[in-house]
């Protein structure tokens, strides 16, 4: 325990000592003049009881020697009686009240009246300057008549001693008992807080709240708490990951990461796509970075953490750039890691990348009204090209124990594969596209085996929470797993993997940065390719040719526009760049004619001589070439049917330095659910995406300010070097708790054999 922790404790203690000390010193002042008057109550009655007595032994004798006016045997009787240490004086009244006899102790005050009390204590009790007396008057016969009284005096200054004595006692009771209560409070409060911190503590590092080392949590008393505590970590998740300085996530702080948490452990990433392509170029060899999401996210990533990279290779090139191990340094200007690649055969990549992966898992996942197709020659690629990955993961793992960042839906069933292989390492796989409900994801026929491999994880990631509900539910749903959904993991074939979500995002500072021309430079050479006016109002869409990505939506929505607002014919042009991608496909084969039919017909509708509003560029552009484009723009529209994120809309969002154009977003992206200040849209109701692409296209300029302003700050603080430390970290945390655990069983064993 630390000492700032042992300060909050005591503070904790004092909570509760503080009222405890007030209200016990008010007890006992109350309490003391009750049992004052108590224990008077109960002397006087002693001493009444005490002067009858005396004078039952003393009034027969008295009785005679009165009679006989015996004065001197009445002075001894007196006096011998006085020996009783707490009479204090005797006396002898006549039936007329005179005073006959007395000892010389008798206070002359008293006389014979009154002869009962005149203290406010009590009828009996008397207060004279000697003190507090007792006087009690007894009647003396002479046969039936009464010849006079015996007036019996009582010291009571013991009582007042004793009075004394008995409040002493009682404020040492008092403060005896308040010492003890309060040390046991101390002891108490400071064994829970220790509890609270503990437990608390063991949230903050995402243990799960039933098994630590396979024990019981110790913090019972946390769990009522743990849940809400939990919902409220995961809200503030990325939060606590933040570099202590609230700095921007940067490569540094992820090799940081990698150096000081992960102890400089192996990285190892794995993908379908590589990225980087050579591509045949005539006699010279190109090289292509592809247009896909994964690659942007990881490539920095990559770059900071040096390591490997596992990827298909799929360049014409390709083999001509490897060594005799398939590896090759990049990034070619600037080699900073390794990419190996996995060579596939033609059948192998038709039925496992196009086949099971792009007919069956994207269309299952996506919810985007294509229908999945399944066959089985597909999936029984699918799950011997899974096999291959595994296999080069175990050729290229140094350790026993890498980290393994495993990715996408092409490559399910390689979690599980690599455990088999690589019982200890820590496998991360993020799932970069959306996971349907359990309903949807169940009509595929091999939805168990699929489970089973991801289940292989150390870490499941998905872009948001809603994703990772959806696939802790199908779980729930299809296998037999034991499901924590406090701590969101899912323990299965005696191996826990936990299910987390890490929005993906792209390097912070953008990758052009140093290198791109002003924006209105940008502008002016967008608009001179394109052939366009200076006041020509510009949008741009920027995707793969997918059907997924909503574009035909988006053209409609567009020619709506139109339609509602015809100043705008002329004036207006919108650019949509939609990189080839899996064109082997019918399905997109068929969507690339319907897009280029459709543009065709919108450009046909309201073209004038020199002017079409739909510029629909189906080819690769490298990306300082769209970033130009970005930056050229007056408005960037995205309106996925269902997407896992999207980072074409972050990617707009970096390049606007000069905090100008709007972003229109479909609503069914994963980015919609952390840039609320685009135009937020569903894609599906054209008349609504018309309308928020020309509030787009009219916003004025302190309005777009405000909102790229706000959409700039979170992209910078969510980056992509955040996404990848989260995930490492979470990483870290688990790895040295295997490792601790594995300690502690090691430590058991040996143990038990030298016991034996
Ligand atoms: O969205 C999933 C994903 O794998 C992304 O990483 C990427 O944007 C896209 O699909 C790439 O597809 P492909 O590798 O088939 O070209």
């Known amino acids: 325990m630390s000492a700032q922790d042992r300060i909050r404790s005591l503070r904790l203690s004092m909570r509760f000592i503080a009222p405890l000390v007030v209200t016990l010193a008010v007890l006992g002042y109350a309490l003391l003049p009750v049992v004052d008057r108590l224990t008077l109550r109960w002397w006087v009655n002693d001493l009444d009881t005490r002067s009858q007595l005396v004078a039952n032994t003393l009034e ?136 609270w911190i503990a437990g608390a503590r063991s949230l903050l590092r995402g243990e799960g709240i039933l098994q630590r080392f396979g024990q019981r949590e110790s913090s019972e008393d946390v769990h009522p708490l743990a849940s809400d505590l939990r919902a409220l970590l995961r809200d503030l998740d990325m939060s606590r990951r933040i570099p202590e300085d609230g700095a921007t996530w940067s490569p540094e702080m992820l090799r940081g990461v990698l150096r000081d948490k ?17 591509v045949h170029r005539g006699e010279a060899i190109a090289v292509q970075r592809p247009a896909s999401g994964l690659v942007t996210a990881l490539e920095p990533v990559m770059r900071a953490c040096s390591g490997t990279w596992i990827a298909h290779g799929s360049g014409d090139a390709d083999h001509d750039t490897v060594d005799a191990k398939d590896r090759v340094r990049v990034p070619p200007d600037k080699p900073s890691y390794t990419l190996r690649r996995v060579w596939l055969t033609e059948e192998e990549e038709r039925g496992y990348y196009e086949g099971f992966a ?92 699929l489970l089973d491999g991801l289940l292989g994880s150390t870490i499941l990631g998905f872009h948001t929470r809603f994703h990772c509900q959806n696939f802790v539910e199908t779980v729930d749903r299809y296998l037999e797993a034991r499901i924590e959904r406090e701590s969101s993991t899912i323990s299965y074939g005696g191996r826990l993997t936990r299910v987390e979500h890490y929005p993906i995002s792209i390097q912070w500072p953008p990758e052009w940065v140093d290198t791109q021309l002003p924006v209105p430079l940008c502008r002016a050479k967008v608009l001179r390719v394109e052939k366009l006016a200076d006041d020509v109002l510009l949008g741009v869409g920027v995707d793969r040719c997918d059907y997924t990505k909503g574009i035909l939506e988006r053209l409609s929505a567009i020619e709506r526009m139109l339609e509602l607002h015809s100043e705008l014919i002329g004036r207006f042009v919108f650019v949509q760049i939609a990189a080839p991608s899996r064109s082997s496909l019918e399905e ?28 629909l560029k189906v080819e690769h552009h490298p990306s300082h070439i769209v970033n ?116 502690i069983k090691e430590h058991g064993r040996t143990t038990d054999a030298v016991k034996a």
């Open 358 to 449: 792009n007919e069956g898992l994207w269309p299952l996942c996506h919810i985007a009204h294509v229908r999945p197709v399944f066959r089985s020659r597909d999936w029984e690629e699918y799950v011997s090209v899974n096999r291959r990955f595994a296999e080069a993961v175990r050729a290229e793992a140094r350790t026993e124990d890498p980290v393994v960042l495993a990715q996408d839906y092409h490559l399910a069933l390689l979690p599980r594969l690599i455990r088999e292989r690589l019982p200890k390492a820590t496998i991360i796989t993020f799932w970069h596209i959306p996971w349907p409900n359990s309903e949807s994801f169940g009509i595929c026929p091999w939805r168990e085996a």
């Open 628 to 743: 130009e484009y970005y930056r050229a723009a007056d408005m960037c529209v995205v309106t996925s049917l269902h997407d896992g994120m999207n980072l074409v809309a972050k990617e707009f969002i970096a390049s606007r330095d000069d905090e100008r154009g709007v972003l229109v977003l479909s609503q069914f992206t994963g980015a919609a659910r952390e840039l609320h200040d685009a135009l937020l849209v569903n894609p599906y109701h054209s008349e609504q995406c018309a309308h928020a692409i020309y509030r787009a296209l009219t916003m004025p300029a302190d309005e777009q300010r405000l909102r790229m302003r706000s959409m700039r700050r979170l992209v910078q603080e969510f980056n992509v070097y955040r996404w990848a430390g989260a995930m490492l970290l979470d990483a870290a945390r688990l790895r040295q708790r295997q490792r601790v655990s594995e300690r």
């Open 60 to 195: 027969d004798q008295l009785a005679q020697l009165v009679q006989q006016g015996a004065t001197a045997k009445i002075n001894t009787l007196f006096n011998r009686a006085l020996q009783d240490q707490r009479l204090y004086a005797l006396a002898f009244c006549d039936e007329k009240g005179k005073l006959r006899y007395e000892t010389a102790t008798y206070p002359q005050s008293l006389r014979c009246q009154p002869l009962s009390g005149t203290g406010a204590d009590s009828p009996s009790v008397v207060h004279l300057p000697q003190g507090p007396l007792h006087v009690v008057a007894h009647p003396i016969y002479q046969g039936s008549d009464q010849i006079g009284s015996l007036v019996l005096v009582h010291d009571m200054s013991f009582v007042e001693r004793r009075s004394a004595d008995t409040r002493r006692y009682l404020i040492g009771l008092f403060v005896v008992l308040g010492v003890i209560i309060s040390l046991v409070t101390v002891f108490i409060a400071h064994l829970s807080w220790r509890g």
């Open 262 to 278: 992960l102890l400089g452990d192996e990285i190892l990433v794995v993908s379908n796509r590589e990225p980087f392509i050579h």
């Open 588 to 615: 997109y084969q068929n969507f690339e004619g319907r897009l280029r039919s459709l543009a065709a017909r919108i450009n046909a509708r309201f073209g004038r001589e020199g002017w079409e509003p739909i510029r």
